[in-house]
């Protein structure tokens, strides 16, 4: 069914075309400013109007766009009128990888704005996937944005690249440098309290070897916003230095963070349970808290280990007292 409901309906607008296809408004204005990719209808000569036309030669261009067509390349066919070429025969679909091509594996209970993410990463849109994530966070704040957007999209593009070969590999890097960049501009950075008696920041770190740190960089986003200072040393972070930095902090909290389980070390987390600082006769010690999937299964008594984002952010939070 069309989406000019009204022969008379003066067409849609940058904003609303771009929802509709998963870009952002500025990769809109560029195909057009570059390859002539434009509105064919500018009411008052000013704000644009995209007519079903339009539409179509957009769609094109994204279809071609998403499977690997340079855009000076796909901008020349959408507006020839050249679609994206048939369905591959099953014969050959069989003797690919499998999940090679087509759009990733999201599943239908998940948010519209995964699949406009989707789409935008497919295309490496880096403008389009920037936006819809400031978006997401904007909207639904940043535990739902980080849930609900953004970890689907990570694991459909991680699911995709296992299935097909090593394909993909560029659409999980820009996806998740833009979802870390995200995840900072989110973060508001709290100073420590110089009161006496307050306890230091909470710490967090992946263990060594552990690379997987955008899961610290959401927690270390969300405890900022509830105004618990933070200090975040990220991935693959050395025995030693960890250490220096607990006794130079003195923090109320470790989080220790393992992706899997070849890098989750329990002597390593007992090690930093046991680290203490301060005067004789008042020494202390930080809570370690146990982050990520490489823990489970392993009896860890005395070592917390939170379910998820919210109930990580609840204990924290907890811990320091706000």
């Not at 329990?266 to 823990?295: K, Q, Y």
Request: glycine content about 12%; hydrophobic content about 45%.
């Amino acid at each position: 069914m069309s989406v000019f409901p009204n022969p008379d309906d003066t067409g849609l607008t940058t904003g609303a075309l771009a929802r509709r296809l998963g870009v952002a408004p500025t990769t809109l204005r560029s195909w057009d400013r570059r390859y002539g990719i434009g509105p064919a209808v500018r009411a008052d000569g000013r704000h644009r109007r995209w007519r079903p036309d339009d539409v179509a030669v957009l769609e094109t261009m994204c279809r071609l766009t998403s499977s690997g067509v340079p855009p000076a390349d796909a901008a020349r066919a959408a507006k020839a009128g050249v679609l994206p070429p048939p369905a591959e025969p099953a014969e050959a679909v069989a003797g690919r990888p499998a999940g090679a091509g087509g759009p990733l594996p999201l599943g239908g209970d998940v948010r519209q704005e995964c699949r406009g993410l989707a789409r935008a990463a497919v295309r490496l849109d880096a403008p389009a996937v920037a936006e819809q994530l400031a978006t997401a966070v904007e909207r639904h704040g940043l535990t739902v944005a980080w849930h609900e957007v953004m970890v689907p999209t990570l694991h459909a593009v991680g699911r995709k690249w296992a299935s097909s070969g090593d394909r993909y590999v560029e659409v999980e890097h820009l996806l998740s440098w833009h979802v870390s960049t995200a995840l900072r501009r989110a973060t508001r950075p709290v100073a420590t309290a110089d009161a006496a008696g307050r306890p230091g920041p909470v710490v967090l770190a992946c263990v060594p070897g552990e690379q997987h740190s955008l899961p610290l960089e959401a927690l270390n986003a969300g405890l900022g916003r509830l105004g618990v200072p933070t200090r975040m040393f990220g991935a693959a972070m050395p025995v030693e230095a960890l250490t220096a930095a607990v006794q130079r902090l003195g923090p109320v909290a470790v989080v220790l963070w393992a992706q899997a389980r070849s890098t989750a070390s329990l002597p390593l987390a007992r090690h930093v349970a046991e680290t203490r600082w301060g005067v004789t006769g008042a020494r202390r010690a930080p809570a370690v808290v146990l982050g990520g999937p490489g823990w489970a299964g392993r009896p860890s008594p005395g070592l917390p280990r939170p379910t998820g984002l919210d109930d990580a952010l609840t204990m924290l939070a907890g811990a320091y007292g706000t």
